[in-house]
C-alpha cells in the first residue's frame, strides 16, 4: 500500500509569494493533519481536517490555510511568505490515534 | 501551551550498547507514539502507547505509557548502525473541539559508533 504522498519535494519561493502544497492520505484514512518542522526543533502541528472539515488549528497565522477534498487529499496554502516560512512542511494521515507522515516538503523562502 | 521536555538532547554511543531516552510533561495525553526521522525524510512511527503503564516492544526497542500519563520512556537494545537518527515522543491531545494533536518533543540525536 501506498503511503502518504505529498509533492512537491522542494520548493524555492520569494517573499512575498504564496504557495501550495498537496498531500494524499494513506488510502482509507479520513483524517488529514499538516505540520511544520523548523531546523533542529520538532514538528509542529498546523491544522487537522476531517471528513473535509477543519478540527483544529494550532498557532500559526491567517496567511496558512487549508482544506481537504472529497477523496480526502488535502492542500495546505500560505500567503505572503516570509522567511521565517521556511521549513519541512510535513502531512500526516490517521485512521485512529497512529499518525503516519509524509516524507515532507522542503520550503525555502529567500 | 503543552510542552514535552525530551532528554537527552543527543547521544554517541558505541554498537551494542543500550540506550534510553525519555520525555516528560506537565500536560496529561491520550496516546504516546515515538518516531525516528533520518535526513531529508519524515518522521517514521516506532511504537505507539495507549494506557497508562503499558509497556510495548517492537524488536529491540521497548518504549512504557507512564502512570501519571505525563511521562514516556524509550529504549533501544543492542544498538545497530541504522539506528542512527533523531527521535521523537509526541503526545497527542484530543481538543475540546475533536481535534486530535500531537505535542513533540525537541528530539534526541542518536550517533552509533561502529
Known amino acids: 500500500d501506498a503511503g502518504v504522498t505529498q509533492s512537491p519535494t522542494h520548493l524555492i519561493k520569494t517573499r512575498g509569494q504564496h504557495v501550495t502544497l498537496r498531500c494524499s492520505p494513506i488510502s482509507g484514512h479520513k483524517s488529514v493533519s499538516w505540520y511544520q518542522q523548523v531546523l533542529g526543533q520538532g514538528p509542529q502541528f498546523i491544522f487537522q481536517?476531517?471528513?473535509?472539515?477543519?478540527?483544529g488549528r494550532g498557532n500559526f497565522p491567517d496567511r496558512f490555510s487549508a482544506r481537504q477534498f472529497p477523496n480526502y487529499s488535502s492542500e495546505l496554502n500560505v500567503n505572503a511568505l516570509l522567511l521565517g516560512d521556511s521549513a519541512l512542511y510535513l502531512c500526516a494521515s490517521s485512521l485512529w490515534a497512529e499518525a503516519f507522515f509524509g516524507q515532507g516538503t522542503r520550503l525555502t523562502v529567500v | 501551551g503543552q510542552q514535552l521536555n525530551q532528554s537527552p538532547q543527543s547521544m554517541f554511543i558505541q554498537e551494542g550498547e543500550d540506550v534510553s531516552m525519555n520525555c516528560t510533561s506537565s500536560?496529561?495525553?491520550?496516546?504516546w507514539l515515538w518516531y525516528k526521522q533520518e535526513p531529508g525524510e519524515g518522521p517514521v512511527l516506532l511504537i505507539a502507547l495507549y494506557k497508562a503503564g503499558e509497556l510495548t516492544s517492537n524488536g529491540r526497542l521497548t518504549a512504557q505509557f507512564g502512570i501519571t500519563r505525563k511521562d514516556s520512556f524509550l529504549n533501544i537494545s543492542a544498538s545497530i548502525p541504522s539506528d542512527v537518527g533523531i527521535y521523537f515522543c509526541?503526545?497527542?491531545?484530543?481538543?475540546?473541539?475533536?481535534?486530535?494533536?500531537?505535542?513533540f518533543g525537541k528530539g534526541t540525536k542518536l550517533t552509533v559508533n561502529p
Open positions: 500536560s496529561i495525553f491520550n496516546t
Open positions: 509526541a503526545g497527542q491531545l484530543v481538543t475540546q473541539g475533536g481535534s486530535e494533536k500531537l505535542v
Open positions: 481536517y476531517y471528513e473535509k472539515e477543519e478540527r
